[in-house]
């Protein structure tokens, strides 16, 4: 048996890149997650890590209309790595979080929308990195 899940709490670092890709519209956010913790002498520490996620369909239209630099977000999905070539011709990779679940925290206008989900992913465009 395996698992493929990941869930995380944190902020947007930007707004929503919003683009069609097909007949489907794709957003892709990244949120800042941290952690904090004392080290051996006790002073206080904190760590902040970027997590790159993209979000499909029906849930991406929600994202680019309801979401903004700094909103408060809970992302549930899956973890994929891709590969792509960038403009100059060079191989790269990219791990990010596929979206399936999307909670918008915080007291903004996107209270009464705040838990959707999204069954009709597809996969993710190779030829474009983000």
Not at 25 to 45: M, P, Y
Not at 52 to 61: C, D, T
Not at 66 to 83: P, Q
Request: with cysteine; aromatic share 6%.
């Amino acid at each position: 048996m395996t698992l493929n899940r990941c869930e995380f709490i944190g902020n947007l670092g930007r707004d929503p890149e919003l683009r069609t890709v097909g007949d489907n519209t794709v957003a892709n956010i990244t949120v800042a997650v941290s952690r904090k913790w004392k080290d051996k002498n006790g002073e206080q520490k904190e760590a902040t890590e970027w997590v790159r996620a993209v979000i499909w369909g029906k849930l991406a239209e929600v994202a680019g209309k309801y979401l903004t630099k700094g909103s408060k977000v809970y992302i549930a999905g899956h973890m994929e790595t891709r590969k792509y070539t960038d403009k100059d011709g060079v191989e790269k990779y990219s791990t990010e979080i596929n979206v399936g679940e999307l909670e918008m925290l915080g007291g903004n206008r996107a209270e009464s929308q705040s838990s959707v989900g999204d069954s009709q992913q597809s996969g993710i465009d190779d030829e474009v990195p983000f």
